[in-house]
């Protein structure tokens, strides 16, 4: 048998590696597609849906500015690089918890697991995962290059797509351990939440320098003058290594691109050697060792005049019902990593979008020019609707659903708790991102009551969104176990979603500021449903939550 083979050249048992990896892969998809507070889950088959069309919707972008049809080295690289992007993005995310498993030495401790079986379960379980992501956002730029190039050139860009998706993942494998080497476990949520910030906004810049970097070229290519020369440093970057196959399977055997595709495979053989020294047993049960010890606590001093009772460190009160979900969600950021990670990416992301939409210039008044759809008001309506949105589905995972058996045994109104977590994303997040475009506005519009009023109109659509997720699929603070990919799909999702529905909305605020009487009348109402809405919500979903049971 052919996987025998390859398992054993590895050094891993083959048995051991066959059953461990069938055991975790059960655990996965029971724990996404099983009961989930009473009711079928089938999450993670939403998730790669969502993956899939992801990857179709960027392959349409791209047929339609025809950016893979004249050349193949640097539209490959720019796909390469944003699967891998991407791919990075999910692995730091959803699965850190391959690495980050304390509890494996001592599962595993009194079995005879070798280093190099253990390493093998570990690498497969998270490839499984990561290749059927890579396939589906990759996937449709292999169909379009099969159509266009045929079938030798589609074949080297699935091998490429295998190769960038497993060089990623090792990479981040290796770098999770590489830190946890030096760096306290409970220490590294802070650690890797400023990375994840900073790859975040990185992320989101891509457009901003690859315009800078390939605008010439993608210039040349959308004007149809055909195939453009590839700069020469563009093959020091690791993902044109993977992207130099395409040229190599159309029979372009240059020195360049075949140096590229040897470094390419190379840069994946000596990360899978680095893996196998970082992830062992030993490794195992020196996490398992640190966990369990206790992180020395840093001293601040604290002035002796600073009492409770100081006016400057009074917190703000809150109403009872959304001081628990804070609470909550506070507790939740400090000690679960995805949800902890996904929130700082989701301020990065607001971040970014804030300086693209001022990139280009002052903004038009949507009160002057009326119906008129700039990319910069598109950027500030989704990121105003958009990201409160993936906020709330943040809110009911975690990978400590279980604990939520308190809301079933306490006398805790359960539809009171749905309603103020979605109070919660208005009060921390919509207000606060209003704060910020109305800043925007006023800098770009010249007019602060024109600024304030469109903000205000922005504030008021998200919260009635988020309410109206709240009643259509509502769900218990923190109840739902993740999915594994599950976060990133979800806001993938939301970011399609919601880039629809912010392109359309310029043309919906052309018809109701075309007056002052029609605009005033039209903030009257949003007002007037949006101090309605939660009471309506908490009425249409009381009894479906009094019927939900807890399924852990």
Known sequence: MIVRHVVEAFGADYVQWRVLTRVMLKNDFRAATGLSMGRADLSIWRSFFLYAVFGGVVTLVAVSVKVFLPGLMLPGTIAVTQVGVLLAMVVL??????????????VLAHQPVSSGTYFLVKLTNVLIFTL??????????????????GPLVAVGGLLALVGITTATTLAILCTYAWLLSFVHPRRLVRVLSSVQMIVVFAVMLSPVYIDNLFGPALEGMMS??????????????????FASLLPLFAGD??????????????????????????????????????TTSSERRRRFRRPRHATTGHPRTRRLRLPAGIGVIATLARAQFRDD?????????????????????????????????????SYGLVVMNFVAIGFPLVVVELLSMTKSWRASWVFFTLPADRAGLVVNAGLCVTVFLVAPTALVIGGIL????GSPWHAAAHALVLALLAHLAVQARQLIGPHLPFSRPPAKGGTMAHTLGGLLVFAVIGFFL???????????????????????????????????????????????
């Open 132 to 149: 059927i992501i890579g396939a589906l956002l990759g996937g449709p730029s292999v169909i379009l290059l099969l159509a266009a190039y």
């Open 506 to 552: 310029p043309l919906f605020f052309g018809v109701v500021y075309s007056a002052t009487a029609v605009t005033v009348t039209f903030i009257g109402l949003l007002l007037l449903a949006a101090v309605a809405a939660p009471a309506v919500v908490r009425s249409g979903i009381r009894l479906r939550m009094e019927r939900r049971e807890f399924a852990g």
């Open 224 to 241: 149809g003058d055909g195939a453009v020369s590839t700069p020469a440093w563009v093959l020091l970057a690791p993902p044109a290594w």
């Open 253 to 290: 055997w240059g020195a360049g691109y075949a140096v590229a595709a040897v470094a390419g495979v190379g840069s994946v053989g000596v990360l899978f050697f680095l893996g196998a020294g970082k992830l062992s047993v030993s490794y195992a049960e020196r996490l398992g060792a640190i």
């Open 442 to 445: 006023v800098w770009s519009l």
């Open 93 to 106: 995310i959803d699965f850190q918890t391959v690495v980050i498993s304390p509890d494996d030495y001592d």
């Open 337 to 373: 990593m995805t949800f902890r990670m996904a929130v700082m990416g989701l301020v990065a992301a607001v971040l970014a979008y804030s300086f693209i939409a001022m990139r280009q210039g002052p903004l038009p008044d949507p009160f002057v020019e009326l119906g008129e759809v």
